[in-house]
């Protein structure tokens, strides 16, 4: 069936990076666009950003210019998402999603928990 | 602060009808079609069960529809059931670079 397998779970300092893996199985990676949405403890979901992997053409929201970097390697089906000078503030789970338009988001990796302790 | 904005929390009764509504602006929720609302259960990834307004995927219960008025988003959900009970959140598409907005979230509790 189709599914997004994402990487276990991250625990960073302030100021490094981390990446995150999102492997696509059950469909042609390439067909689709993947978003990557996040979501802080016990708060509401934020969209970061789009990659399509046909081509790695990407575009991150305003909130993430300058700080989060999206990645591919088609032979294996896999799209990365890294996000650098982190903060206690992006302690969140990270989703990615696959786009049937830039605005469907229609299936979901199960999340990533990055951990920025204060 | 969500870009669109949700009521925190409403509940309702096994068997009655419910909305959620979604207020955004002219610049997203009140510009194009492309709403979309998700349910998420707790420690679960959202699920798709509405798109582009008033559309449902395959296999999502026809209990679920979707509509829009000007700037605001309204999620019903008829025949309340336990398994209702969860997060629904919106999105709406919107110019510029950030593509996607959503809202804060709803939690819907089933009495």
């Known amino acids: 069936q189709v599914q997004l397998v994402q990487s276990g779970a991250e625990v960073r300092k302030p100021g490094a990076s981390v990446r995150v893996s999102c492997k696509a199985s059950?469909?042609?990676?390439?067909?689709?666009?993947i978003n990557w949405i996040r979501q802080a403890p016990g708060q509401g979901l934020e969209w970061m950003g789009w990659m399509d992997p046909s081509n790695g053409n990407a575009g991150s929201a305003q909130n993430f210019q300058g700080r989060v970097t999206m990645t591919r390697d088609t032979s294996i089906s896999t799209v990365y998402m890294e996000l650098s000078s982190l903060r206690s503030d992006d302690t969140a789970v990270y989703y990615c999603a696959r786009g049937l338009t830039y605005w469907i988001f229609d299936v979901w990796g199960r999340g990533t928990l990055v951990t920025v302790p204060a | 602060q969500s870009a669109l904005t949700q009521a925190a929390s409403v509940s309702g009764s096994p068997g009655q009808s419910i909305t959620v509504s979604c207020t955004g602006t002219s610049s997203d929720v009140g510009a194009y079609d492309y709403v979309s609302w998700y349910q998420q259960h707790p420690g679960k990834a959202p699920k798709l069960i509405i798109y582009d307004v008033s559309h449902r995927p395959s296999g999502v219960s026809e209990r679920f529809s979707g509509s829009k008025s000007g700037n605001t988003a309204s999620l019903t959900i008829s025949g309340l059931q336990a398994e209702d009970e969860a997060d629904y959140y919106c999105s709406s598409y919107t110019a510029g670079s950030t593509l996607v907005v959503f809202g804060g979230g709803t939690k819907m509790t089933v009495l």
């Open positions: 059950g469909y042609t990676l390439i067909s689709y666009h």
